[in-house]
């Protein structure tokens, strides 16, 4: 059963120029961030694949959260 559209948290791609721009702030090689399978529902639906990055946003009563995780196989 598909979870409803107001719980899933907002997924986009991220551009290269931003993908850049956080490997540098962050001081990490891309490889590093948090994995996202491509076989992940929400990768699917944004055509993502291994070696993008996806930017997830986040909304609860405490804030706003931004999170990355970054593609693979599977």
């Excluded at 107001?6 to 991220?14: A, F, G, Q, T, Y």
Aim: glycine residues 4%; positive net charge; aromatic residues 8%.
């Amino acid at each position: 059963m598909a979870a409803p559209r107001e719980l899933i948290p907002e997924h986009e791609l991220v551009s290269e120029s931003e993908v850049k721009k956080l490997v540098k702030d962050y001081n990490i090689p891309l490889e590093k961030f948090p994995k996202m399978v491509a076989s992940d529902p929400q990768a699917k639906k944004l055509n993502a694949q291994p070696g993008q990055l996806v930017k997830i946003k986040r909304h609860d009563p405490t804030g706003k959260y931004t999170y990355y995780r970054y593609v693979v196989q599977g």
